[in-house]
């Protein structure tokens, strides 16, 4: 069972930069791929990004496109956290983002098995 809290959200200007952190709980952190998901008003959650397990390639990295080259996930294995640093923010970024953790190595964009409460980012123009 792992446990994931989100923080880090808020309100920018667009242009801006936020870092969003979550925190798991339980054993074997390192043995997760971990993710990130938005969901934004009267939309689908959509997937943002995804980092490997330690075992995996090197904790290999996966954005979607729409955020590549902006985003980027990392995880600090040692705090057992997870990392959304987010960059150049845009109004269409706003959202709440969702944590999540898959029991598998690899960095996909499905079959997650654990997900956090969210945090809200806004972006302003």
């Known amino acids: 069972q792992v446990q994931l809290v989100e923080s880090g959200g808020g309100l920018v200007q667009a242009g801006g930069s936020l870092r969003l952190s979550c925190a798991a709980s339980?054993?074997?952190?390192?043995?997760?791929?971990m993710g990130w998901f938005r969901q934004a008003p009267g939309k689908e959650r959509e997937f943002v990004a995804a980092?490997?397990?330690?075992?995996?390639?090197?904790?290999?990295?996966y954005h979607a496109d729409s955020v590549k080259g902006r985003f980027t996930i990392s995880r600090d294995n040692t705090k057992n956290t997870v990392y959304l640093q987010m960059n150049s923010l845009k109004p269409e970024d706003t959202a709440v983002y969702y944590c999540?953790?898959?029991?598998?190595?690899?960095?996909?964009?499905?079959?997650?098995?654990?997900w956090g409460q969210g945090t809200q980012v806004t972006v302003s123009s």
């Open positions: 999540a953790a898959r029991s598998g190595p690899r960095a996909i964009q499905y079959e997650y098995d654990y």
């Open positions: 980092i490997a397990a330690i075992t995996w390639k090197g904790s290999s990295t």
């Open positions: 339980g054993r074997a952190f390192g043995s997760y791929a």
